[in-house]
């Protein structure tokens, strides 16, 4: 399928083998069909198989938050693909709290999981073949969210704000064997998991109700608006971008 007024469909993904975490919906699902527009083998993966996988993915399930999952992933590539020179850990999501001092131990534990060391763990996994090619992409999804650190979202925006010091460190140590790694920093987003944790939030007492302003552009985001700017970075058009966080808000957001 091509798309008009973007650069899928262009092929210049073809030759290509990339993995999407998070791709049963949402922005990865955007992701996962800018990729095969563009002519890449994509494996994409979620907890469970679901219609909305786009069509012609492979998939495996898998849950992030674990080291096995990161393992199953791993294998499921090398089956699949046999190699990976495109990894796009997105699978990633919040809850928010009435305040940050209620956030239990345990729900630290888990956003340190989902949204930080699951790519960590797979990004070991899967860099060491990039670094023997000389060769390889890796995008991490964080969320413009860093930026204002709400209590709500505090455990998820620390999280985030983990992956992207993180992520400028392993550009560093990557650069030199040609691999290079970036960050994408939605804003507010239309997708199944941002509506319900915006709803969730909006339930809260403390929450912004329905008082929330559009950002400057007029329109919250769609999900190929994120899977457009992952698409570039993934693309040779961003060969000598790395350690960077593009921030994709409608200006939302005033720079960090
Ligand atoms: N939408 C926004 O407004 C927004 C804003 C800023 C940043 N982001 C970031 O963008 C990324 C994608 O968000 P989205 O809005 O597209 O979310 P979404 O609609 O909830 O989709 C999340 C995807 O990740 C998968 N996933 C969630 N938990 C997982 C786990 N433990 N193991 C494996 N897969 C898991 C989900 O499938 P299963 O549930 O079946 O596993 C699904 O495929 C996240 O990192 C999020 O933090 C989103």
Known sequence: MTTAGNDAGTGELAGKRAVVTGGS???????????????????TTARSKTSTVPEGAAFVEADVRTRAGAETIAEAAQAALGGVDILVDNAGGARPFPHAWVI?????????????LAAVRLDSLLTPGMRERRSGVVVHVSSAAVLTSAPP???????????????????????????????????????????????????????PGQDITAPPLGREGRPDDIADAVLFLVSDRASWLTGRNLTVDGGEFPAG
């Open 25 to 43: 919906r949402g922005i990865g699902a955007a992701v996962v069909r800018r990729l095969l527009d563009a002519g890449a083998e994509v494996l």
């Open 104 to 116: 239990p131990d345990e729900e630290w534990q888990d956003q340190l999981d989902l949204n930080y």
């Open 153 to 207: 979202f505090l455990h998820y925006t620390a999280a985030k704000a983990a992956l992207e010091n993180y992520s400028r460190g392993l550009a560093l140590e990557l650069a030199p064997f040609g691999v290079r790694v970036n960050t994408v920093s939605p804003g507010r987003t239309a997708t199944p998991g941002g509506e319900a944790t915006r709803e969730e939030w909006a339930s809260l007492s403390e929450g």
